[in-house]
């Protein structure tokens, strides 16, 4: 088994509970972390043997520009398509990172992480 890591992965997007935040929007980091066996892609040198983490960028951007009223339910919603879509997955951990959040305060930012297995 190995670690496939994405991070850093940077969107605007409209996710929020308050009405503001769905209208006018605001940034965001995704980062995926993926548990698999590509130990053929490594001997092989062939991506077709392993997950192609440009793909799982498209499935992040897609998800991201479907609005939710809480960042939880991205992170759900990313793990539920990446592991349709990649069945050799064992594991997976998003963190979906809300830059910047309108609190009354200064926040760099409010992430929530959320992990499946199967």
Do not use: C, W
């Not at 996710?15 to 092989?44: C, M, P, R, S």
């Not at 192609?52 to 897609?62: C, F, L, M, Q, S």
């Not at 990313?78 to 959040?101: C, G, M, Y």
């Amino acid at each position: 088994m190995g670690l496939i890591a994405i991070e850093g992965m940077h969107f605007y997007a409209h996710h929020g509970f308050y009405k503001e935040e769905q209208v006018i929007g605001g940034n965001y980091q995704v980062d995926v972390y993926l548990t698999t066996d590509f130990a053929e892609a490594a001997t092989d040198d062939e991506l077709g043997k392993t997950i192609n983490y440009e793909n799982v960028y498209r499935i992040t951007k897609t998800v991201m520009t479907e609005k939710s009223k809480l960042i939880e339910h991205v992170a759900y919603r990313l793990i539920e398509q990446v592991l349709a879509d990649f069945p050799p997955v064992t594991h997976i951990k998003v963190r979906v990172s809300k830059i910047n959040p309108p609190v009354k305060g200064t926040v760099d930012r409010v992430f929530v992480e959320l992990e499946e297995g199967r």
